[in-house]
């Protein structure tokens, strides 16, 4: 393998629960400390933002976002990933290689927050937040289904269709009998 040094833009899924419990700053610098351990320079560390997930990932629903550059040799970020995987608050990350670091980003280097500055919102646990009781039981919803016939040129689920074919067994449809008809006759 070789040692050439790339650019890396890095985007790293933080817990919030580590966050609240240590703080944005320690997490970070636990974050910077595991990539230069490895050999990385860290040229840019900053908050992205506390937002939620797109879906669910381990049963949480948001994250705390943070955004670097660094650079670094491939060997470098393999093994910064893999420490990362094992353990520390990161639970998501991804390495794009760039040709450069945007200028604006270098100006913002690595920003010092107070922890008290940032919000980190109380994680639902997805579970709970997917079943929570909205008034109506869902029970009722499917009896209420079931009752109502469809509406004539309407589709069938395929739950329906057995439904039917279950509820019509033994009797032959009405238009495979004409089809049937018609063939012998000519």
């Not at 595991?34 to 049963?59: D, N």
Request: proline content about 4%; cysteine-free; aromatic content about 6%.
């Amino acid at each position: 393998m070789t040692d050439n040094q790339y650019i890396y833009q890095a985007m790293f899924l933080l817990d919030n629960g580590e966050v609240r419990e240590q703080g944005f700053n320690a997490v970070r610098e636990w974050v910077k400390s595991t990539l230069e351990k490895h050999g990385a320079t860290v040229k840019v560390l900053r908050l992205w933002g506390e937002r939620p997930l797109a879906y669910p990932i381990q049963g949480r629903a948001r994250a705390t976002y943070l955004l670097g550059y660094i650079q670094g040799t491939e060997q470098t970020v393999s093994a910064a990933k893999h420490e990362m995987y094992l353990l520390g608050p990161v639970f998501r990350h991804m390495f794009l290689k760039e040709d450069e670091i945007p200028a604006e980003e270098l100006t913002l280097g690595i920003e010092e927050i107070k922890d008290e500055d940032i919000e980190v919102l109380d994680d639902t646990p997805v579970v709970e937040a997917l079943f929570e009781d909205d008034g109506e039981s869902e029970v009722d919803e499917e009896d209420d289904s079931e009752d109502e016939a469809p509406e004539e040129g309407a589709e069938l689920s395929d739950e329906e269709t057995k439904k039917t074919a279950e509820e019509g067994e033994g009797e032959a449809p009405a238009e495979a009998a004409t089809a049937t008809t018609e063939t012998e006759e000519a």
